[in-house]
């Protein structure tokens, strides 16, 4: 497991991702959720050198649903190509391998953990999912474009709340009084899942992506984005997560049609201050209407990529 504060508070650190994950999800080891034949597929070519853009469109292209989902996504207003998208090949080159390999992966990792049993009432799974992408925008419009760290964190917001899915699937009674009484504001999605599960989503989502071989800045964002302070070396990737995310529930932004109005400023408070100090991080007023600015021009005609 990542070696970090924030892991070892449960113990988990100690523990190997399928030891921590069937442990906190109740179930045997052959119960824990797989991968798609084509994720794997996808993961067995990426795990050589040797390995072509030709051949990473080959094997996405194996499942029609998910090379047409992979192309959505690449058509996406935000990331900002002048001409539509056509074909896989294409969309390897333009992205880069590593950006549409994550997508893909993401994408099927979300297929993956599904059950016949929608997350029920206000946590749905498409809204989830469309929550999921707005966090992976924010997220690379931050990273690219007001803290200048380059580009590849769409993915990190596409899979921070993995481990939500998770929990559903195999706890759904426990999982329904978290979200009663988050629905009745009594205290946060964190505080709510430890004190009545015992864990929490980031945890449960870092360990599910470790123990399917995804890339340690992946794991990290899911694992640390409410507490990124706490993830030592790892804290890029879910810092810039926590932040996006909590900017997509206070915009209130419909992924669907035009961004509303962003925050004036991040509502501040504990080690969130000392964290962007250390990070040197500046989020102020000129950074949120910046951002607000690229929200509006990047993100006209989006559509969710739906699973």
Not at 18 to 32: M, P, Q, R, S, V
Not at 37 to 59: F, G, P, Q
Not at 137 to 145: M, S, V
């Amino acid at each position: 497991m990542i070696s970090s504060g924030y892991m070892e508070k449960s113990g988990a650190s100690e523990q190997t991702p399928e030891e921590f994950l069937t442990g906190c999800l109740g179930c045997a080891l052959d119960d824990l959720p797989t991968l798609p034949d084509v994720a794997m597929r996808i993961m067995h070519l990426t795990a050589s050198d040797e390995h072509t853009a030709k051949e990473l469109a080959h094997e996405i292209g194996q499942d029609p649903s998910l090379a047409s989902r992979v192309l959505r996504a690449a058509n996406s207003p935000f990331f900002g190509y002048l001409a539509k998208v056509e074909d896989l090949n294409r969309a390897v080159v333009l992205m880069g391998f590593d950006e549409v390999r994550n997508i893909a992966m993401g994408i099927a990792a979300f297929e993956s953990v599904r059950t016949k049993r929608a997350l029920r009432r206000r946590m749905q799974r498409n809204n989830l999912w469309a929550h999921s992408q707005h966090v992976g925008i924010l997220a690379e419009l931050l990273g690219k474009h007001v803290l200048g760290l380059g580009n590849g964190y769409y993915v990190s917001g596409l899979l921070h709340d993995i481990g939500k899915v998770a929990l559903d699937a195999h706890r759904p009674e426990e999982f329904d009084r978290v979200l009663d009484v988050v629905a009745r504001g009594r205290v946060d999605w964190m505080t709510a899942e430890r004190e009545i599960m015992g864990i929490d989503h980031g945890l449960v989502g870092g360990a599910l992506l470790e123990y399917w071989n995804f890339p340690a800045n992946l794991v990290a964002a899911a694992a640390g984005h409410h507490e990124p302070w706490n993830m030592g070396d790892k804290a890029r990737s879910a810092g810039l997560v926590f932040i996006a995310d909590i900017l997509a529930q206070l915009d209130k932004f419909n992924v669907g049609g035009a961004p509303k109005s962003l925050p004036k400023r991040l509502p501040l408070g504990g080690p969130v201050n000392e964290f962007l100090t250390n990070m040197g991080w500046s989020i102020n007023d000129q950074v949120l209407e910046h951002l607000g600015d690229l929200l509006r021009e990047n993100s006209g005609g989006f559509e969710p990529v739906n699973i």
